[in-house]
């Protein structure tokens, strides 16, 4: 997303001004929680280095600077990890495959069967109106501004993201696999997912982030995530975050659930890349 911030000198360094495209999309409630995000951002300080969760990380590496263009492509091997991610699809291994080309293009595999029993699987960008009291309900309990500057950011600045809905008593044996691929040099992505499991339902979610600047020498990749996870009375939740970025990457991902009674929840945090990642 181009030009999503400017630098201020007179507030804290980069703010969200005031007309951006992001802020005008979707339903009057959604515009009203993104304006909120920004406010908040603006008006926020950054985090002080002397606080225990950011004792050994700068805040500052994941400010998006936008000295340079911004770049819009993808690394050249994506296309062939869909295609195996796919394969295992057909083959039954995956319930499902959720492809997020940095926020701009969602694509769902697999999903026809599982549509058939009450699941959902889609973009946030249609849900928002197909299953509007849920999304409005869930969408921001957990992530939003009051948890922290860079959860503001994300939470007016995500241009797109993924629903994932399991009804009362169902069950999905397989994981569904998300697949988001950050953007290369001096790109942009703000990732979000909402996932709501109901009573006594099951899922297991595979959420993998590849991509990101190959190395900080020509321009720095930039991915700020959000991870709501509502669990219902006596689900059971299996959550494994996988991060492969490229060496050139900074990621800032907040992950919060809620956790009903009775109900289990399984987290695996992977990190294998990047150049800055903060958890």
């Known amino acids: 997303m181009d030009n999503s911030m400017t630098i201020d000198k007179k507030t804290n360094g980069y703010t969200i001004p005031e007309v951006l495209a992001a802020l005008e999309r979707g339903p009057q409630w959604l515009r009203e929680r993104r304006k909120v995000s920004r406010d908040d951002f603006n008006a926020s300080p950054l985090p002080r280095r002397g ?39 057909d083959d039954g291994h995956l319930a499902a495959l959720v492809t997020d080309y940095g926020g701009r293009e969602i694509k769902t595999y697999g999903t026809e069967s599982l549509s058939s029993e009450g699941i959902v699987i889609a973009p946030l960008s249609t849900v928002v109106d197909t299953h509007q009291e849920m999304v409005q309900q869930h969408l921001y309990s957990l992530v939003n501004s009051a948890t922290g500057k860079f959860e503001a950011m994300n939470g007016a600045l995500w241009n797109d993201g993924i629903f994932v809905y399991v009804p009362d008593g169902k069950t ?12 290369l040099e001096h790109s942009v992505y703000y990732p979000r997912l909402l996932v709501v499991v109901g009573k006594n339902a099951e899922v297991t979610l595979v959420d993998e982030y590849g991509g990101g600047a190959k190395s900080t020498e020509n321009g720095t990749s930039y991915i700020n995530g959000a991870v709501e996870i509502i669990a219902h009375e006596d689900s059971r939740v299996r959550y494994v975050s996988l991060q492969r970025l490229a060496d050139g990457a900074n990621m800032y991902l907040t992950h919060r659930a809620s956790i009903k009674q009775n109900a289990t929840m399984l987290t695996v945090p992977l990190v294998f890349g990047g150049n800055i990642s903060k958890q």
């Open 51 to 89: 606080l225990a969760l950011w004792r050994y990380t700068d805040p500052k590496k994941f400010l998006v600077s936008y000295d340079k263009r911004v770049d819009t492509s993808f690394h050249e091997d994506y296309d062939e990890v869909v295609r195996v991610e796919r394969q295992h699809v």
């Open 172 to 183: 999905i044996a397989n994981p569904i696999h998300l697949l988001r691929e950050a953007g």
